[in-house]
Antibody, heavy 121, light 106 residues
Framework: QAQLVQSGAEVKKPGASVKVSCKAF????????ITWVRQAPGQGLEWMGW????????NYGQKVQGRVTMTTDTSTSKGYMELRSLRSDDTAVYYC??????????????WGQGTLVTVSS | DIQMTQSPSTLSASVGDRVTIICRAS??????LAWYQQKPGKAPKLLIY???SLESGVPSRFSGSGSGTEFTLTISSLQPDDFASYYC????????FGPGTKVDIK
């Protein structure tokens, strides 16, 4: 049974950076991709981007393009999402999820528990 | 970018009701569509992929249909555990989600 376990909640000041980790259990990270999705308080789901676990290819959403970097470390079965120049509207729960290996265009069958990132001065 | 819409945004229903949620895409996505259920404070859960394929372990009262630009999620007989929010997701070109439909108790 696959499982994704994310790092804990973060509180950051505007302008800072945050890096959220996502550890995969029960499957090989190199056979899948990781998709990152966020959800602002009381709002819907927003796709942030995707990274291939096999070759590190990425696709990022327009709203975070230029501020986000997604990486993986197959030796530790971990994925990472770093978001820079944080603003108050980046306050959200950030989810990692198992996605397609070769393309960002795929559904997500296993999800992490979510990481709350709060941006506040 | 492909835009997704859902209707209704909120749906009030009773246990045992047949419930239908509609999802529309701004351009044809063939059958590259998934449906997710989300409960408060929890991660989304995959229900349906490729428009009509039921994810393993999901009750058969859930079904999906459609192709091109119009899709439906149907719950044949609403159960207490089904009161939640539902999101459609296109994965034809990258990904995007619909705004969600909240199913609450009538």
């Amino acid at each position: 049974q696959a499982q994704l376990v994310q790092s804990g909640a973060e509180v950051k000041k505007p302008g800072a950076s945050v890096k959220v980790s996502c550890k995969a259990f029960g499957y090989s990270l190199s056979n899948y991709g990781i998709t990152w999705v966020r959800q602002a308080p009381g709002q819907g789901l927003e796709w942030m981007g995707w990274i291939s676990g096999s070759n590190g290819n990425t696709n990022y959403g327009q709203k975070v393009q230029g501020r986000v970097t997604m990486t993986t470390d197959t030796s530790t079965s971990k994925g990472y999402m770093e978001l820079r120049s944080l603003r108050s509207d980046d306050t959200a729960v950030y989810y990692c999820a198992r996605g397609g290996r070769d393309s960002s265009g795929w559904f997500m069958d296993y999800w992490g528990q979510g990481t709350l990132v709060t941006v506040s001065s | 970018d492909i835009q997704m819409t859902q209707s209704p945004s909120t749906l009030s229903a009773s246990v045992g009701d047949r419930v239908t949620i509609i999802c529309r895409a701004s351009q044809s996505i063939s059958t590259w569509l998934a449906w997710y259920q989300q409960k408060p404070g929890k991660a989304p859960k995959l229900l349906i992929y490729k428009a009509s394929s039921l994810e393993s372990g999901v009750p058969s009262r859930f079904s999906g249909s459609g192709s091109g630009t119009e899709f439906t999620l149907t719950i044949s007989s609403l159960q207490p555990d089904d009161f939640a929010s539902y999101y459609c997701q296109q994965y034809h070109t990258h990904q995007s989600f619909g705004p969600g439909t909240k199913v609450d108790i009538k």
